[in-house]
Structures are given as C-alpha cells and as structure tokens.
C-alpha cells in the first residue's frame, strides 16, 4: 500500500482547493496516483470548484420562466462568454429558473438546496453547480433572482440571454409584453419619477451643478438650470414618461391607457451590471515576470 505524505496531501490541496481530509482520502483511495486523486475529488466534490471559485463571473445568462400565475427571472455567471454557450451551463440556468417558478424559495441559499440532478450530479442545485464546475472547469455563480406571484399577471421578455424583464400587470398580455420589450430597449429605472432613486438624483444633480456653474450665469439662473436638467433626466428614466418605443407619438402610460392594462412592478436583469470585470494585461504580466526572473538572478 502507497505511502500517503504531508506533501503529497498538500500539492493535492494545492491543485485543487479540497479540503486537507478529502485530500487524504483521495489518495489514499488512489493508492498515491496524484491524476487519479484529482479525477476522485473532481467527482465527488465538483472540485476545481474551490480554485475557481475566486475568479470573476461578470459574463452569464439570464432566464425566465411563468408558472400559472408565477414568474422568474434569474442571472447566473461564469468567467467567460464561451460557457454562456455551453449546453450544461444553459440547462443549470434553465433548470434553476424552473426550481424558482414551481417551489419560489426565499433566497440564493434556499435555492442551492433544491432537488435537481443533471449531468450525472445532485441530488442538489448545489451540486450540480458544483459538479459542473470540476467539468468545465470555470467558476459559475447565481447571482439575483426576482419571483412575482399573486393576483396580478406576469409576462416575460429575453433579448437574447444576456438581459431579461418580467412585467407585473392587469389586464392584456399584448401590451405588457410590449412593455417587457420597451424596458429591454430603454432601461427606465423606476415606474414613476416619484419612485426614482434619492441616490440617482443626486447624482444627476451634481452633474448638472458642475455643468451649470461653467456657464458663468447668476445663481438664480443657475438654480433654474439646475431643475430643469433633473426634470428632464426623470422623464428620461422613469417607465411612463418614456416614449414608447413603438410609437414615438405617445408615452407608455399613453399607451397603457389606451389598451386599458395597468404594468404594477417591472423587474430588469442585464448580465453582469455592476461586476467589475478583470482585464487581464498580458504585456504587464509578462514584463512582471521578467523583472522577477532578473531579480533571482
């Protein structure tokens, strides 16, 4: 029987992130065979799934999927926009939009724990996740999820898989679809000015401020500018005072009215918003270890 060492365990650890006993067990298991230890672990924990774990997934896919009076909407990342076309990583994001439709758990957490199998791994969404990651050998994440549900309808639209909207209304489908559709293209922030984010005008305000202070005009001039550069960035962003992409004659509401449906909540998902993606500068990594390989010598 193979003598398992301290040092094999860890360049085992090292490889691949394991915890230091599965390590153990994993060589023990492959009677020392360091390739076979790491195909044991990948197996059985997903594993790859630790060291890929660190990396950035600012690409992905989002899903949608209606259940009777139900609605999902999930983003789920990887590192690369290859895997986005991947059919395993299409399927888990498939699958995990059907788990949140049909069981509506509370939270990322409470989804992991779902039953789901694919690809040979389960019994858990985790799992999967996990055992996908040790097969394609990138990090995947679920990122956000939105679930309407109740009295009101809901309707979905995708542009492509990288953004995706659900739209909470009453009254007809057509309409509301078309809304899902305005909210892809136009990206409102809010249904109302009202309910624009304090954050967001502020924001908004400073810039204006910047911009108005250069022209030099009085300070009541200024104020006046000031508020007429707010108002105009509300009706920007706010669903009903948009133009409605279809008929640039009236505003959503208009158009809303007309058709005789109410859009109560809208829910917009673009892929990797507010990740902060890596960029990898090979001419700086490769002058960095140039001067390291100089300095040893």
Request: charged content about 25%.
């Amino acid at each position: 029987m193979a003598t398992i060492t301290a040092s094999m365990v860890a360049e085992l650890r090292a490889k691949t992130d394991a915890p230091m006993m599965e390590c153990k067990k994993a060589l023990t298991e492959s009677e020392g065979d360091m390739v076979k230890a790491e195909e044991i672990l990948r197996v059985k924990l997903g594993s790859k799934a630790g060291k890929a774990a660190s990396r950035v997934t600012a690409e992905g896919v989002v899903f949608a999927h209606m259940h009777g009076q139900t609605g999902a909407l999930i983003e789920v990342n990887c590192e690369t926009d290859f895997v986005t076309k991947n059919d395993s990583f299409l399927a888990l994001a498939k699958g995990a939009a059907e788990l949140l439709a049909t069981h509506k758990p509370e939270s990322l957490e409470a989804l992991a724990t779902l039953a789901y199998t694919q690809d040979g791994f389960g019994p858990t969404l985790e799992d999967v996740r996990k055992g996908l990651i040790g097969k394609i050998g990138e990090n995947m994440s679920f990122r956000r999820f939105k679930i309407i549900s109740g009295a009101n309808h809901v309707t979905s639209y995708l542009h492509g898989t990288r953004i995706g909207v659900l739209v909470e209304y009453t009254g007809q489908e057509a309409p509301a679809r078309d809304v899902a559709m305005h909210v892809a293209a136009m990206k409102p922030v809010a249904l109302t000015s009202a309910e624009v984010p304090a954050e967001l005008i502020e924001r908004e305000k400073s810039v204006a401020a910047a911009k108005a202070a250069e022209s030099g005009k009085p300070a009541e001039i200024v104020q006046k500018m000031i508020e007429g550069s707010v108002q105009k960035y509300l009706k920007e962003v706010s669903l009903f005072d948009q133009t409605f992409v279809k008929n640039d004659k009236q505003t959503v509401e208009q158009m809303l009215k007309a058709a005789n449906t109410q859009v109560k909540s809208f829910t917009l998902y673009v892929v990797g918003e507010g990740i902060e993606k890596k960029v990898d500068d090979f001419a700086a990594e490769v002058a960095a270890q140039v001067a390291a390989a100089k300095q040893a010598h």
